[in-house]
């Protein structure tokens, strides 16, 4: 039996035992979203859950170190088959679709119903755009950089007149993206974004024009270093099985253009891919009855502080973590590599561990309102009274868990498999995931521990 072989039996077992014990387990609760639809508690002990998920990241750890050659590993990573350039009229429909949408979200927030759920732009956003195609973009492929509606408004802008792109400081780098993506899913938290369409419409509108005076100031240089949601779509679309570049369009093992990126991250983008990490967790947090008992219990600071210190304070601590994390990885693996390098070339390793999350975090919300987004869109300017919305049944907690240990465990074999591009020999870069395995365990179980909560009254936001 050849190594590649016995990785594909390997990766069996370990995804089957996965599967097997997170659906064995009764489903447990998850965020669902602002507009409505609930998961179910159940009665089984989420510690047992838990304590599974990360013994499970523990033994894939254990069984892929029998994979100790590059060329095995090449074979998943690098192994991919390519297609041409699809056509262009390809592109222009969906870049009339994006100017399309983003119109339709504007004009049905700023004078449709104002019932969200009746309103088919708040549907759009929540439903359509930030779970449906962000899944999309992890599962299938990333089509952002051409549905982009503030792309395309820049370019159209740009094309009036010769311009001169700005230079954006070096020194800035890309933590406005860090601060920007903190910032929105801050503002989801605390503000009614999701229940109020004016208040959406205004926030759209003001994003819409500081995005566009931005790219048309900066140029491709405001979306690949400030514009927080450009950002995260591209970190997302490298787990993507099919993957468009200048010479055309590949497909490959899922996460392998995660294993083949070639440079190390940046401090600044290391800090937003971790940023990326904690702000999915925090958003199924602050549905937690947990979270609203510690916002009980200190009544007297408003809800906004206590959301703004959280949701910093756990990026800073997640980030720490991380980094403390790659220092112990240089003396683990007995390297002259810097940590910072070390965490740099590391950092794709965790898009995995926030797309699987996502999934857990969004994959009932898009099923149980996709008949509301469906109806509402057939009649936008007068929905029914009545606005179907799917049940839930009881056993898809198990899948939510389920995506959680997926993603980690993807994780684990990027990060493997990155190992082997910077240590020599075979022990050098199993000892390099020492530390990183020990995080990603615990990051696993605090995952669960958060899918597991009861929300409050089964409904997010």
């Known amino acids: 039996m050849t190594r590649s072989s016995r990785l594909w039996r390997l990766s069996a077992w370990t995804v089957s035992l996965a599967v097997c014990i997170v659906v064995g387990t009764r489903p447990a609760i998850a965020h669902a979203g602002s507009l409505g639809g609930s998961l179910r508690s159940v009665p089984a002990p989420f510690w047992l859950v838990v304590a599974s998920g990360g013994g499970i990241v523990g033994a894939s750890f254990l069984l892929s170190a029998f994979v100790t050659d590059d060329e095995t590993l090449g074979a998943f990573a690098r192994r991919r088959a390519a297609f041409g350039q699809p056509a262009e009229l390809v592109g222009k429909v969906l870049r009339v679709v994006g100017v399309a949408g983003l119109v339709a979200v504007v004009g049905s927030t700023l004078f449709g119903p104002s019932v969200a759920i009746a309103n088919v732009g708040v549907l759009l956003v929540w439903v359509g755009w930030w779970a449906g195609f962000t899944m999309l973009t992890y599962l299938v492929v990333d089509l952002w950089p051409v549905v982009n509606p503030w792309r395309t408004l820049a370019s159209l802008a740009r094309s009036v007149g010769t311009r001169t792109d700005r230079q954006l400081p070096e020194r800035v780098g890309s933590w406005p993206s860090v601060v920007g993506l903190l910032g929105l899913v801050w503002l989801e938290v605390v503000s009614p974004l999701a229940a109020n369409p004016r208040t959406l419409a205004v926030v759209v509108l003001a994003y819409s024009a500081v995005t566009v005076a931005g790219a048309v100031a900066y140029g491709e240089a405001w979306f690949e270093h400030v514009d927080p949601v450009s950002r995260v779509f591209r970190l997302y679309g490298l787990l993507a099985p099919i993957q468009r570049s200048d010479g055309g369009v590949s497909i490959s093992f899922p996460g392998a253009a995660l294993a083949r990126v070639d440079t190390a991250f940046d401090t600044d983008d290391v800090a937003?891919?971790?940023?990326?990490?904690?702000?999915?967790?925090?958003?199924?947090?602050?549905?937690?009855?947990?979270?609203?008992?510690?916002?009980?219990?200190?009544?007297?600071?408003?809800?906004?502080?206590?959301?703004?210190?959280?949701?910093?304070?756990?990026?800073?601590?997640?980030?720490?973590?991380?980094?403390?994390?790659?220092?112990?990885?240089?003396?683990?693996?007995?390297?002259?590599?810097?940590?910072?390098?070390?965490?740099?070339?590391?950092?794709?390793?965790?898009?995995?561990?926030?797309?699987?999350?996502?999934?857990?975090?969004?994959?009932?919300?898009?099923?149980?309102?996709?008949?509301?987004?469906?109806?509402?869109?057939?009649?936008?300017?007068?929905?029914?009274?009545?606005?179907?919305?799917?049940?839930?049944?009881?056993?898809?907690?198990?899948?939510?868990?389920?995506?959680?240990?997926?993603?980690?465990?993807?994780?684990?074999?990027?990060?493997?498999?990155?190992?082997?591009?910077?240590?020599?020999?075979?022990?050098?870069?199993?000892?390099?995931?020492?530390?990183?395995?020990?995080?990603?365990?615990?990051?696993?179980?605090?995952?669960?521990?958060v899918v597991a909560q009861p929300t409050v009254g089964g409904v997010a936001g």
């Open 272 to 449: 937003f891919v971790v940023a990326l990490l904690w702000v999915t967790t925090f958003d199924g947090l602050v549905a937690t009855v947990a979270w609203n008992s510690l916002l009980d219990a200190v009544a007297p600071v408003p809800a906004w502080g206590v959301n703004l210190v959280g949701i910093v304070g756990g990026f800073l601590a997640f980030f720490v973590v991380y980094r403390r994390a790659a220092n112990v990885a240089r003396r683990t693996a007995d390297t002259y590599v810097t940590g910072v390098f070390i965490a740099g070339w590391f950092a794709p390793a965790l898009v995995p561990i926030a797309a699987g999350y996502h999934l857990a975090h969004f994959a009932g919300y898009v099923v149980g309102l996709a008949p509301a987004l469906l109806t509402v869109a057939l009649d936008p300017l007068s929905p029914p009274a009545n606005i179907p919305v799917l049940a839930i049944p009881d056993w898809f907690g198990g899948l939510q868990l389920a995506f959680v240990v997926l993603g980690h465990l993807l994780s684990v074999w990027v990060a493997h498999t990155r190992s082997f591009d910077v240590f020599p020999g075979r022990l050098q870069p199993l000892r390099s995931q020492y530390p990183f395995v020990v995080v990603t365990i615990c990051y696993t179980a605090s995952s669960l521990w």
